[in-house]
C-alpha cells in the first residue's frame, strides 16, 4: 500500500527513498531493480566519426603466458611445461599445441608478450588491467565499457554495455562516474538449456494485462507526485528508469538478441557447449545488434579459472587440458563469426588476464602470480594482424623489449573505438578526469603504423 508521510516538496528527496518508490508502485517486474544499469542514461558525447565495437573476454586468475601464446621450448622443464610449441599461418609466430584451431588465424591477431604491472594480488591486479591504473585510495576508476556508455550512450532499445555471465569482485563498475554508467549483467549461464534473461521479461505469472494495469496505476501515483517530480532530481531519475525498463522489456528486438535458439547447432557447438564458449556468441550477437561493449569472463564449473596454483587437478597444469581448448573454439569461432558477418573491422576483440603466471612450476604442480610479464591478445577494430609485440626474456619472466603498460593497453582500446585521449570525465567533485593519463599513448604498431 502506498503511504505518503509529509507534504509533497523538495525536503522530500531526503526523507522518500527510491526503494520505498520502487515498492510502492510493485514495479521491480519491469527490471527496475536491475543494478546500476537502469539509472538514468547520460546523453551519449560520441568523440570521432569512428563506431567500433569491443568484445573484452576477460581470462580470471591469469593465463600461464610459457604454455600459452608465449612458448619457450628451450627453457629448462620446469619451466617450459608440458605444452609443445606449434606453427600457425605466420612465419615465426608459435603458440602452444593446446590452440590448433588459433593457430590457423595468427593472420587476424596481435600478441602482446611483454605486458607487465607490479601487484601480484587479485584483486588488485584485475583494478589495474581493465581501468588502466592501479587501485588509490579516494578515487575509483571506471571500466571502459562504462566510459563507452557514457561518451557514447546505447545505439537503441539494447545497453551500451552488458557484461556476462557474471560480474567480477573488482574493476567492472562505473567507478566514479555512477550507477548512471553501470553495466548490464546477465549473471546467467547462456550455455545452460533453460537460460534466459530474467531482468527481460516480467515473471510468468505476471500476464500483459496486469502489466498493462500496473502502468496505469503508476500514472495514477504520478499525478499525486508532480509537485515532487518538478524538485527532486532523484525522482526524475526514476520517471527515465522506468521508461527505458519498461522499453527494454517489451522491445521484441531486445529480447531476441539474447535468444540463443536462433543460432545453427553446429555453429553453437563449434564455439563449445559451454559458458565461456556461448558466453562469446551471445557476444557477437549483442555487438551485431548494436550494443557497443561486450564483456565476458571465463570461468568453467568443472575447470575452474586460471588461477593454476597446483594441489589439486582444477588448480593444477591439467586444468589447461580443458581450459586451452575451449579458449581455442570459443577465440577462433568469433573471429570467423565476426569476419563472415563483416563484423570483424569494426568489432575489438580483446583477450586478458589481470597478470601472467610464474615462469617455474611450482611443487605442487601449478604455477603463481606474476604480474612482471603476461601476454595479450587483439584482433579486429583496425588491429593489424599476424604480428607479435614485444617480447619476453627466456623464461617469460619480465619484458626482454618494448614493454607495455596497462594504461597503454587501455590507451590502444580507446583508441581503436574512436575516443580522443584527450577526452575528460567528470570526476569526483566535478573535476575533470582524462581518460586516459596526459602523455600516455597507444601502441601504434598494432595499427600498422611504425
Known amino acids: 500500500m502506498l503511504r505518503l508521510d509529509g507534504p509533497t516538496s523538495p525536503n522530500l528527496c531526503q526523507t522518500v527513498h527510491r526503494r520505498d518508490f520502487l515498492h510502492a508502485g510493485s514495479l521491480a517486474f519491469l527490471g527496475l531493480t536491475l543494478p546500476g544499469f537502469l539509472e538514468l542514461k547520460a546523453a551519449g558525447r560520441t568523440t570521432s566519426d569512428k563506431d567500433v565495437n569491443c568484445i573484452l573476454l576477460f581470462l580470471e586468475g591469469g593465463a600461464p603466458q610459457m604454455d600459452t601464446w608465449d612458448p619457450k621450448p628451450d627453457a629448462p622443464a620446469e619451466i617450459r611445461g608440458p605444452y609443445k610449441p606449434i606453427p600457425t599461418n605466420v612465419s615465426g609466430i608459435r603458440i602452444t599445441e593446446l590452440f590448433p584451431r588459433m593457430a590457423r588465424h595468427a593472420d587476424k591477431f596481435a600478441l602482446i608478450r ?11 591486479a584485475k583494478t ?8 588509490l585510495p579516494g578515487i575509483q576508476y ?5 566510459v563507452v556508455d557514457n561518451l557514447k550512450g546505447a545505439r537503441g532499445d539494447l545497453p551500451a554495455h552488458v557484461l556476462l555471465p557474471y560480474r567480477l569482485d573488482k574493476g567492472q563498475g562505473p567507478g566514479f562516474l555512477g550507477k548512471t554508467h553501470e553495466p548490464f549483467v546477465i549473471d546467467s549461464d547462456p550455455s545452460d538449456p533453460s537460460f534466459r534473461v530474467r531482468d527481460l521479461r516480467p515473471p510468468d505469472y505476471v500476464s500483459a494485462v496486469r502489466a498493462r ?3 496505469s496505476f503508476r500514472r495514477l501515483i504520478d499525478r499525486s507526485f508532480l509537485d515532487f517530480e518538478e524538485n527532486c532530481a532523484e525522482s526524475r531519475l526514476l520517471d527515465a528508469n522506468f521508461s527505458q525498463a519498461y522499453r527494454i522489456v517489451s522491445s521484441r528486438e531486445a529480447r531476441q538478441s539474447f535468444d540463443l535458439t536462433g543460432e545453427p547447432d553446429r555453429l553453437r557447438q563449434s564455439y563449445g557447449m559451454n559458458r565461456f564458449g556461448q558466453g562469446c556468441l551471445l557476444a557477437r550477437r549483442l555487438v551485431e545488434r548494436g550494443v557497443r561493449f561486450v564483456t565476458v569472463n571465463m570461468f568453467d564449473d568443472l575447470a575452474g579459472s586460471w588461477d593454476i596454483h597446483g594441489q589439486s587437478p582444477f588448480t593444477s597444469l591439467s586444468a589447461l587440458d580443458t581450459l586451452g ?6 577465440f577462433s569461432s568469433l573471429l570467423e563469426d565476426l569476419r563472415q558477418r563483416g563484423l570483424l573491422e569494426q568489432t575489438l576483440v580483446v583477450a586478458m588476464g589481470e597478470f601472467g603466471r610464474s615462469p617455474k612450476i611450482n611443487p605442487a604442480g601449478g604455477r603463481d602470480h606474476w604480474p612482471a610479464c603476461g601476454t595479450l591478445i587483439l584482433a579486429g577494430g583496425g588491429v593489424a594482424g599476424g604480428q607479435v609485440i614485444g617480447s619476453s626474456d627466456r623464461t617469460a619472466s ?4 618494448r614493454p607495455v603498460e596497462p594504461l597503454e593497453i587501455l590507451a590502444s582500446l580507446y583508441h581503436a ?34
Not at 114 to 124: D, E, F, L, V
Not at 128 to 135: A, I, K, L, S, Y
Not at 419 to 448: A, C, K, Q, W
Open 398 to 401: 619480465e619484458p626482454r623489449d
Open 325 to 330: 581448448p575451449m579458449f581455442d573454439h570459443a
Open 417 to 450: 573505438l574512436g575516443i580522443s585521449l584527450h577526452t575528460e570525465l567528470d570526476g569526483p567533485g566535478n573535476r575533470p578526469v582524462p581518460v586516459v593519463e596526459i602523455g600516455v599513448e597507444p601502441i601504434r604498431e598494432l595499427f600498422g603504423a611504425a
Open 213 to 215: 494495469r500496473r502502468i
Open 128 to 135: 589495474w588491467m581493465q581501468t588502466g591504473r592501479p587501485p
Open 114 to 124: 611483454s605486458c607487465y604491472h607490479t601487484n601480484p594480488a587479485h584483486p588488485q
Open 142 to 146: 571506471p571500466h571502459p565499457g562504462c
